[in-house]
């Protein structure tokens, strides 16, 4: 049967946002959950920094999706950024788990965001759902991350939305692109490592693929062709028509941007592979980065 009502928090982000028009556009209802006082017939007051949240605001519905956590974008990440990044992600988790645990059998499936940056640094290894996580601090808090959305309980029907890095303008793009114009874009510490990518499209179609099929357990939602910082940048600058010539050693960018950030987001390699929704039968709409780029970067004029 297909879905009728969806609650999501964190809906005021890129990926929450195209999410709830998607989901409206097919005439499903999108519950937000929301920090202020709500505004709108489609918002629901929650307090995650409280734990509370009445169980019974989840009942009926048939998923709750979890896109929560501050930016892990915003550089550098201090020693309380770090502690953002962490409780912004763990808080809202763990309430969302709660509640859905306390409606037992009845309670929705739930989507709890995640990240590829479970993984850490693999170099030359093909990365699964099934391999294990990484050491890094980014690797650590997907695990905690994930760990907070299983205390849903055993009878919970939970997915973990490993997320790549969205090839987006206002996600990974979005830093690129300004060096990229400023023609100052190059090789990032020797710009071989591959990194695990994804289209906005496809994160919303595969989060409304999961739900309409039922599954449950990580899901790593990342394109299915491999790509390197050097495709992904030169790309980038033959569609901007700007030049990929001035190189950054790892040791500029670790100076720059902070040792642990530029581990995590620029350095690290990490062949991801979706092998949960290739076995699906999910289709991808962006099948290489190239295309993902080129469905939200038109190319520019001279």
């Known amino acids: ?101 306390q409606l037992g059998g009845d309670a929705p499936m739930f989507l709890s965001g995640s ?53 987006h303008p206002e996600a990974v793009l979005k830093p690129l692109i300004l060096l990229t114009r400023f023609g100052v874009s190059g090789p990032l510490g020797g710009g071989r490592q591959i990194w695990p990518w994804f289209s906005l499209e496809d994160e919303v179609r595969a989060i409304r693929h999961i739900i309409d099929e039922g599954i449950v357990g990580p899901v790593n939602l990342s394109g299915p062709t491999p790509a390197s910082a050097n495709e992904i940048g030169k790309d980038l600058a033959r569609r901007m028509r700007r030049p990929f010539l001035l190189p950054a050693p790892k040791w500029a960018l670790r100076l720059g941007i902070g040792r642990s950030a530029a581990d995590a987001l620029l350095l690290s390699d990490a062949r991801v592979q979706p092998e949960v929704l290739r076995n699906s039968g999910f289709q991808f709409a962006h099948d290489t980065a190239q295309s993902a780029i080129a469905d939200v970067l038109p190319t520019s004029g001279r």
Request: charged fraction near 25%; proline fraction near 6%; hydrophobic fraction near 40%.
């Open 115 to 167: 990240a590829t940056g479970f993984y850490g640094h693999r170099p030359g290894e093909t990365l699964t759902e099934e391999s294990t996580p990484g050491d890094s601090f980014l690797a650590q808090l997907c695990v905690d991350w994930e760990a907070a959305a299983l205390q849903a309980g055993p009878q919970a029907r939970v997915a973990l939305l490993r997320t790549a890095s969205l090839l």
């Open 1 to 101: 049967m297909a879905p009728t009502k969806i609650i999501i928090s964190g809906s005021s982000g890129l990926i929450g946002s195209a999410l709830v028009r998607s989901l409206r556009a097919d005439g499903i209802e999108a519950i937000r959950l929301v920090r202020r006082q709500p505004r709108e017939a489609d918002e629901v007051f929650w307090d995650p920094g409280r734990r509370e949240l009445d169980p019974g605001l989840l009942a009926g519905a048939d998923a709750v999706v979890n896109l929560n956590g501050a930016s892990i974008g915003k550089l550098p990440w201090t020693r309380s950024y770090r502690e953002a990044l962490r409780t912004s992600r763990l808080l809202p988790t763990r309430t969302l788990a709660e509640a859905i645990r």
